[in-house]
T-cell receptor, first 109, second 114 residues
Framework: GEDVEQSLFLSVREGDSSVINCTYT??????LYWYKQEPGAGLQLLTY?????DMKQDQRLTVLLNKKDKHLSLRIADTQTGDSAIYFC?????????FGSGTRLQVQP | GAGVSQSPSNKVTEKGKDVELRCDPI?????LYWYRQRLGQGLEFLIY????????KSGLPSDRFSAERTGESVSTLTIQRTQQEDSAVYLC????????????FGEGSWLTVV
């Protein structure tokens, strides 16, 4: 199985909050990342968190890290239709990143 | 340049032909990565270069795939005798150092093998 797991799909209404979850297996991960991929585009770095932090907030984005449970989440406040995309979480262990398979976020007007 | 640059952005090739994909990392970035993303799937690690160290080739799917990097600059990913299952987006990324540094991706090279 994959080292990083995410649910495949999330649908929310415009204006609601979205929470995308991710679990990882390697406790030695140093950084954890969230990337966004819009249709036909490359990967865009959204935010990242160092493994000794519990939370990081950046405008509408809040990242929560539970190291004990190896659980990472991305909360998007006031979700907009422009937030519709695939969101990848990734862990950095020292070499390349290991990515989840991505969560497709669909925002309904 | 300001970001990771990849070329070509789109490539259609006939089955059995060789293709070369190019990546220009962000200036000063010592680490360079290649990933593959098939349609509807997640990212698949291919190869990693870090400075003058031997590259980590553990993700290359077959001996038809190879990659080179000139010093700490341009990298080329070569796929020989392309097959239809090679159709994917090939993403290059770079970072200042291999461990714990933020990794920035290019827009990708979309390869279609017909």
């Amino acid at each position: 199985g994959e080292d990083v797991e995410q649910s495949l799909f999330l649908s929310v209404r415009e204006g609601d909050s979205s929470v995308i979850n991710c679990t990882y297996t390697d406790s030695s991960s140093t950084y954890l990342y969230w990337y966004k991929q819009e249709p036909g585009a490359g990967l865009q770095l959204l935010t990242y968190i160092f493994s000794n932090m519990d939370m990081k907030q950046d405008q509408r984005l809040t990242v929560l890290l539970n190291k004990k449970d190896k659980h990472l989440s991305l909360r998007i406040a006031d979700t907009q239709t422009g937030d519709s995309a695939i969101y990848f979480c990734a862990e950095s262990i020292g070499r390349a990143l290991t990515f989840g398979s991505g969560t497709r976020l669909q925002v309904q007007p | 340049g300001a970001g990771v640059s990849q070329s070509p952005s789109n490539k259609v090739t006939e089955k059995g032909k060789d293709v070369e994909l190019r990546c220009d990392p962000i200036s000063g970035h010592t680490a360079l990565y290649w990933y593959r993303q098939r349609l509807g799937q997640g990212l698949e690690f291919l190869i990693y270069f870090q400075g003058n160290s031997a590259p980590d080739k553990s993700g290359l799917p077959s001996d038809r795939f190879s990659a080179e990097r000139t010093g700490e600059s341009v990298s080329t990913l070569t796929i020989q005798r392309t097959q239809q299952e090679d159709s994917a987006v090939y993403l290059c990324a770079s970072s200042l150092a291999g461990q714990g540094s933020t990794i920035y991706f290019g827009e990708g090279s979309w390869l279609t093998v017909v």
